[in-house]
């Protein structure tokens, strides 16, 4: 059966861990594994602008032994002119993988019904998944054993950074804390599929409005801009932002136990973050941004491999 990877919890807990043990491997030993040795080809699909995402990919597809196909925006017919449908069938005749940055989760599970080789989602809406895959892999590094550990996330707790934070975190046995405003909290149906998690993990979802206490103790810091990708700015990044008071800080910092500060980046100083935060010695931010490319490499082995 193909496997694809679409959210946070299409790998299970041992899945998880053996995809973060298979990137400090890559990481070690990049070329050591070669499963689009041929090369064969993997299609990167982008509705949406990137750098970490495009760099990384083509970069580990390459190292993998592979050629990455980059397809802009406005250079296929997807969606338009071709039916979601149509399209997988077609392209999944062709290359070996689908990795798809977008707008729609719903497209993405559309494409992976309709694909006989693994459909990996690089951002969509709702989910972030490979970004978690290189945060997790980054605690590891800094922390050791993510599992027990608390990570706690600060700004807009609706969107798709928190809701893989909650999802990909208690998947991963973490304690995880949601600070986010009233009206920006996780959705009901995300917060009851962490706790179900937890209970098979023994990490935990914690939502909250106050800052200080989501900080208190935490092994890890993480925000993530305040306004994403399509979205519209207004109200949300000025003084006045309900958001202002879940800025990263040197105080939040040291209301942690000794914690590293992620962003997954590109951050914005003096909004979601301060640049005495971000640019300090606590900011592990560039560690983060190279494993990407270690653990989408590991992902797209252990799906390919399969």
């Avoid at 040291?254 to 500060?261: H, L, S, T």
Wanted: glycine share 8%; aromatic share 6%.
């Amino acid at each position: 059966m193909t496997r694809h990877f679409l959210k946070d919890t299409d790998l299970s807990p041992a899945e998880q861990t053996h995809v973060l043990d298979l990137a400090a491997e890559l990481k070690s030993a990049p070329y050591s594994r070669t499963p689009l040795a041929g090369p064969q080809t993997a299609a990167v699909i982008f509705d949406k602008t990137s750098t970490r995402t495009r760099v990384s990919f083509a970069a580990g597809i390459a190292a993998l032994g592979g050629q990455p196909l980059i397809i802009n925006p406005g250079e296929a017919q997807l969606g338009h002119k071709e039916s979601i449908a149509d399209t997988a069938q077609v392209m999944s005749r062709m290359v070996s993988t689908i990795i798809w940055r977008t707008f729609s989760q719903a497209g993405l599970e559309e494409m992976a019904e309709n694909s006989s080789v693994p459909v990996i989602n690089s951002l969509s809406d709702d989910f972030h998944p490979c970004q978690i895959l290189a945060d997790l892999l980054t605690i590891r590094e800094h922390r050791g054993d993510v599992k027990g550990q608390t990570m706690s996330y600060f700004g807009d707790g609706a969107n798709n950074m928190a809701n893989s934070y909650a999802l990909g975190g208690v998947n991963a046995g973490m304690h995880v804390r949601i600070a986010a405003p009233a009206g920006f909290q996780p959705d009901a149906a995300i917060v009851a599929e962490a706790e179900a998690l937890a209970a098979q993990t023994g990490g935990s979802l914690t939502v909250t409005d106050d800052p200080v206490a989501a900080a208190a103790g935490a092994d890890v810091l993480v925000t993530d801009t305040w306004v994403s990708m399509g979205q519209d700015s207004a109200g949300r990044d000025d003084e006045a932002s309900p958001f202002m008071k879940f800025q990263v800080s040197q105080e939040l910092m040291e209301a942690g136990n000794d914690p590293i500060f992620l962003h997954c980046l590109p951050a914005y100083r003096g909004k979601e973050v301060t640049a005495e935060v971000i640019d300090g010695p606590a900011s592990v931010v560039f560690d983060e941004a190279e494993n990407r490319l270690h653990a989408q490499k590991a992902l797209m082995a252990f799906l390919l491999e399969r």
